[in-house]
Nanobody
Framework: QVQLVESGGGLVQAGGSLRISCTVSGATFTDYSMGWFRQAPGKDREFVSAFRTSDRSTMYADSVKGRFTISRDNAKMTTHLQMNSLKPDDTAVYFC????????????????????WGQGTQVTVSS
């Protein structure tokens, strides 16, 4: 059974940094895409960042470009999201998701294509 577990969320002041991580267990994927999405109270889930292993390409939402960096540890089936210069608007529950196989680059930001999801980790940025 595939499971995704997020960790590293917490409370940080505006301008600070956090790194959240997501580890996949229960399966080993050789070709996959992994994405981060977030959902703030009263808002829809939105795309944050993603990568795909086929060509190591990455994608970022405009709202986080230059502040967030996605990385991965293939051997551990883990992805990290380094979040710098955090803003109160970044406050949300952050979810990781995995697509097993080769995903079209243009679909990386579409939440409905991902096969597996984690339970989420809360990130709160105080002003």
């Amino acid at each position: 059974q595939v499971q995704l577990v997020e960790s590293g969320g917490g409370l940080v002041q505006a301008g600070g940094s956090l790194r959240i991580s997501c580890t996949v267990s229960g399966a080993t994927f050789t070709d996959y895409s992994m994405g981060w999405f977030r959902q703030a109270p009263g808002k829809d889930r939105e795309f944050v960042s993603a990568f795909r292993t086929s060509d190591r390409s990455t994608m970022y939402a405009d709202s986080v470009k230059g502040r967030f960096t996605i990385s991965r540890d293939n051997a551990k089936m883990t992805t990290h999201l380094q979040m710098n210069s955090l803003k109160p608007d970044d406050t949300a529950v952050y979810f990781c998701a995995v697509y097993r196989g080769r995903l079209n680059y243009g679909s990386l930001d579409r939440s409905n294509v991902y096969n597996y999801w984690g339970q989420g980790t809360q990130v709160t940025v105080s002003s």
